[in-house]
């Protein structure tokens, strides 16, 4: 199996997570080959109509700046989240899979025992492109950019990214969808990483910023505001992260979960959270000098997406 490692570009980017989804069948995932404007212009939202419908301003940095700090990002991260992947099929054997992730560090681990298949990704294998992608908005001091590549069939998979790379750390969502010997498939995952802080934060604080999601095993983009809040405490500070005003980029249209929340999520020493199960938990660290970003991963009431906000003055 050939799954080339890039976190936005051509022949399936974001590989470590994407290439999981591919594997919900067994199948070995290939992309790119359709062409750079069909590639750019793949079911990419309307960027009218997702500004108006999420209150958003038009991009305040194009792809390519963003792409300058890329390199930089990866070379300082030093932490890696996945959410579980979700996937969908036709078949009757294997409608649904839940391939959740293990991550450590600079590297995580998606397994789907249903097929004997385990599948890695390491930072430190990654480059940073953002060659055909698009900025489409900005939201709460955060530009989102898109990726999107029609496979064309022939083994090939249909793959949508939808996220960012803020000064220290990145995030984003990606869905798949596809057809392998006759079974038709659909896969969708949420990715964070970045340098991570090291610690939790010495005083309550708050983060404002966006989320982006899909639908637990579809490829719709969704796409929300993010506020997460830190509050001391005695044994440990702890962590309330709200995910509203949900709009559904694809249909212009609220999606039908409008907020998504976490409350009292127990942050670590080392400025990590994590919390919940499957299908509902939040995971995530804060990134930066004096904690000025945090991005994670979460999955609840039938999203799975991934975050990523700034510490407010």
């Known amino acids: 199996m050939n799954h080339p490692r890039n976190l936005y570009g051509r022949h399936i980017p974001l590989a470590g997570i994407l290439a999981a989804a591919t594997l919900l069948i ?18 990419q939202p309307d960027t009218g109509g997702a500004a108006g419908i999420t209150g958003s301003q038009a991009p305040a940095e194009s792809a390519a700046d963003q792409g300058v700090r890329a390199p930089g990002i990866l070379g300082r991260a030093d932490s890696v989240i996945a959410s579980t992947v979700f996937g969908r099929t036709d078949s009757p054997l294997l409608p649904s899979v839940q391939a959740p992730a293990t991550c450590s560090g600079a590297g995580c681990s998606v397994s789907v025992p249903e097929i004997g298949f385990s599948y890695e990704i390491d930072l430190r294998d990654l480059t940073a492109s953002t060659a055909d992608v698009d900025a489409v908005l900005t939201r709460n001091g955060v530009t989102t950019l898109y990726y999107g590549d029609d496979g064309d069939g022939d083994g090939e998979y249909d793959t949508r990214l939808y996220g960012s790379w803020m000064h220290h750390g990145a995030f984003v969502v990606g869905t798949l969808t596809g057809e392998l010997s006759g079974t038709s498939v659909t896969g969708s995952a949420g990715l964070s990483g970045g340098d991570l802080t090291g610690s939790s934060p010495s005083v309550n604080a708050a983060w404002k910023g966006i989320m982006v999601g899909a639908p637990q095993g579809g490829t719709d983009i969704l796409q929300g505001d993010a506020e997460l809040v830190y509050t001391m405490g005695d044994g440990g500070g702890t962590l309330d992260a709200s995910f509203t005003g949900i709009v559904n980029l ?45 991005a994670g991963v979460f999955e609840k009431s039938g999203i799975v997406g991934a975050f990523g906000a700034l510490r407010e003055e």
Request: hydrophobic share 25%; glycine share 20%; with cysteine.
């Open 26 to 43: 067994a199948g070995c995932g290939g992309g790119g080959g359709s062409g750079e404007n069909q590639a750019r212009q793949y079911r």
């Open 250 to 294: 694809d249909e212009a249209a609220a999606h039908s979960v409008a907020r998504v929340s976490f409350m009292d999520v127990p942050v670590g020493s080392d400025g990590t959270y994590d919390a919940g199960i499957p299908e509902s938990r939040i995971r995530g660290g804060f990134h930066g000098p004096d904690h000025a970003e945090t």
